[in-house]
């Protein structure tokens, strides 16, 4: 496959696919984007977010942008129309929103985007989800994270895809003194034991578009980390 995947990203190219990605402002979604304008894989990206992303590259300037009220969704069900695959990226931390800000993002705004995106023909949904993910931990962020994998799988897309990254290697913009902490401690980790507590973000993207353009027979799927792996280095120096 890791010779196959130049071949296959470019039969991909000529299906003329369209996308969209929720939570293009954040770490993941920031280096997903970069990833699908510099591989060219789908004809039109549109950004679904809270607020307009100014780039400066000339190499954005095709990707449309929708800003909605994640309160009123409803009201914006036509930004989610048309789109073939779906990458949602949304997430945000209790530390930051609270319990009830952690659950409305995480669940609500991401379980409501999943079923007006099925309503507007998405087929492929895509889903950014956490390592230990499960609707019967006790744990919040693995309970609500693992209800939303659940609740999306219901919806019915024809294919859907859970990806389950653990700690995501990556420099923040945004100041979260405890996750840095933890990627210090694990650099070394990751170096003897590679696919066991973290991933580069990077990877993490990568194997998210080269799983996209793998075509597979399986309605839903679950990736976890060390797939994760796997997936991201696919064709690794091959362009």
């Given at each position: 496959?890791?010779?196959?995947?130049?071949?296959?990203?470019?039969?991909?190219?000529?299906?003329?696919?369209?996308?969209?990605?929720?939570?293009?402002?954040?770490?993941?979604?920031?280096?997903?984007?970069?990833?699908?304008?510099?591989?060219?894989?789908?004809?039109?990206?549109?950004?679904?977010?809270?607020?307009?992303?100014?780039?400066?590259?000339?190499?954005?300037?095709?990707?449309?942008?929708?800003?909605?009220?994640?309160?009123?969704?409803?009201?914006?069900?036509?930004?989610?129309?048309?789109?073939?695959?779906?990458?949602?990226?949304?997430?945000?931390?209790?530390?930051?929103?609270?319990?009830?800000?952690?659950?409305?993002?995480?669940?609500?705004?991401?379980?409501?985007?999943?079923?007006?995106?099925?309503?507007?023909?998405?087929?492929?949904?895509?889903?950014?989800?956490?390592?230990?993910?499960?609707?019967?931990?006790?744990?919040?962020?693995?309970?609500?994270?693992?209800?939303a994998e659940v609740e999306i799988e219901e919806i019915g897309f024809d294919r859907y895809?859970?990806?389950?990254?653990?700690?995501?290697?990556?420099?923040?913009?945004?100041?979260?003194?405890?996750?840095?902490?933890?990627?210090?401690?694990?650099?070394?980790?990751?170096?003897?034991?590679?696919?066991?507590?973290?991933?580069?973000?990077?990877?993490?993207?990568?194997?998210?578009?080269?799983?996209?353009?793998?075509?597979?027979?399986?309605?839903?799927?679950?990736?976890?980390?060390?797939?994760?792996?796997?997936?991201?280095?696919?064709?690794?120096?091959?362009?």
């Amino acid at each position: 496959m890791a010779a196959n995947i130049a071949t296959t990203r470019e039969e991909y190219r000529k299906l003329n696919q369209s996308c969209f990605i929720l939570g293009a402002s954040g770490e993941t979604g920031k280096e997903l984007l970069k990833e699908i304008i510099q591989s060219r894989l789908f004809s039109r990206v549109t950004l679904i977010g809270r607020r307009k992303l100014n780039y400066e590259d000339e190499a954005y300037k095709e990707v449309v942008q929708e800003v909605v009220d994640f309160e009123k969704l409803d009201d914006y069900a036509s930004a989610f129309q048309g789109h073939d695959v779906g990458f949602c990226c949304l997430g945000t931390t209790k530390a930051k929103s609270g319990e009830a800000g952690f659950i409305r993002v995480d669940h609500d705004y991401v379980v409501k985007s999943a079923q007006l995106a099925k309503s507007g023909g998405c087929k492929y949904f895509n889903l950014e989800s956490s390592v230990g993910a499960n609707r019967k931990s006790s744990f919040l962020q693995l309970r609500v994270k693992g209800e939303a994998e659940v609740e999306i799988e219901e919806i019915g897309f024809d294919r859907y895809s859970i990806f389950r990254p653990a700690v995501l290697l990556c420099d923040r913009e945004e100041s979260r003194p405890a996750e840095w902490f933890a990627r210090k401690m694990l650099v070394p980790i990751a170096y003897m034991f590679p696919t066991a507590f973290s991933v580069p973000i990077t990877t993490l993207v990568k194997a998210m578009l080269n799983n996209a353009v793998i075509q597979s027979d399986k309605k839903v799927e679950m990736l976890e980390n060390k797939a994760i792996h796997s997936l991201g280095k696919l064709g690794e120096g091959k362009s």
